[in-house]
């Protein structure tokens, strides 16, 4: 669990996941109960503001009350340079869109999204890894949320 995790977001209503990569942004979103995370889309990083205007479109689509970000620390649990520019640009969506975000460990997320596609056809798996691996993020999330954690 990252530092962050500790913001609260509502405990009902839907929550947009985003696994924040360097080219990609994967998007996972659960129901209104909070008990189940579903991989949406894979946005192709574009520009800032392009990116965040999709992002506000998915947002509004799907009525959603709060973000989860995966924040990839590092094995000691710092912060390297991929968590801060993962955070950052978790931040700008969070301001933009005014919702509350929660960064939220990341570790294994694309090991276990990898293991879920093992039997999709190929070109599913290239396309849909960094949906699983935000539905990863948020269903852990979640799950830990549901237990007090």
């Given at each position: 669990m ?15 996941a985003?696994d ?6 994967g998007?996972?979103?659960?129901d209104?109960?909070q008990?189940l995370?579903?991989p949406l889309t894979?946005l192709?990083r574009r ?12 947002a509004l689509?799907q009525?959603v009350?709060?973000?989860v970000?995966g924040?990839p620390l590092n ?7 991929q ?22 460990d990341?570790?294994?997320?694309s090991?276990e999204a990898?293991a ?6 190929k ?7 960094d ?12 799950d830990?949320s549901?237990?007090?954690?």
């Amino acid at each position: 669990m990252s530092e962050a995790a500790a913001v609260l977001l509502p405990a009902a209503g839907r929550l947009l996941a985003l696994d924040v990569g360097e080219k990609r942004v994967g998007v996972a979103v659960c129901d209104e109960m909070q008990t189940l995370a579903t991989p949406l889309t894979v946005l192709q990083r574009r520009s800032r503001a392009e990116d965040l205007e999709r992002l506000a479109r998915l947002a509004l689509e799907q009525r959603v009350v709060g973000l989860v970000a995966g924040h990839p620390l590092n094995v000691d649990g710092s912060a390297g340079p991929q968590a801060q520019q993962a955070a950052r640009y978790a931040r700008r969506v969070a301001g933009h869109l005014a919702l509350p975000l929660a960064l939220w460990d990341e570790y294994g997320s694309s090991q276990e999204a990898a293991a879920r596609l093992a039997h999709a056809p190929k070109q599913r798996r290239r396309m849909a890894l960094d949906a699983e691996a935000a539905a990863v993020i948020l269903q852990d999330y979640l799950d830990r949320s549901r237990q007090g954690q």
